[in-house]
């Protein structure tokens, strides 16, 4: 999962603090995991991911969305 990491960058939002990004990407579990690219634009969504999970979504997002 680490080699997939590198091929993102990671933005941390506090759920508290930023209610209009919360709400722009329909957050309401923690934690929440979300694909976008540059612009902003979702791709893909996970709640509550196991690492499992993540890692093969990390490629999968990677492999089809590559900008």
């Known amino acids: 999962m680490i ?3 590198r091929r993102f960058v ?3 939002v506090d759920y508290d603090k930023d209610e209009e990004t919360s709400k722009k990407y329909g957050v309401h579990v923690i ?3 979300r694909f976008a690219r540059s ?3 979702e ?4 709640e509550d991911p196991d690492p499992g ?3 093969a979504q990390m490629k999968k997002v ?3 969305y590559k900008e």
């Open 10 to 12: 990671c933005v941390r």
């Open 39 to 41: 612009n902003g634009d």
């Open 62 to 64: 990677a492999d089809e």
């Open 31 to 33: 934690p929440d995991v």
């Open 53 to 55: 999970a993540l890692a």
């Open 43 to 46: 791709i893909a969504a996970m």
């Open 3 to 5: 080699e997939q990491s």
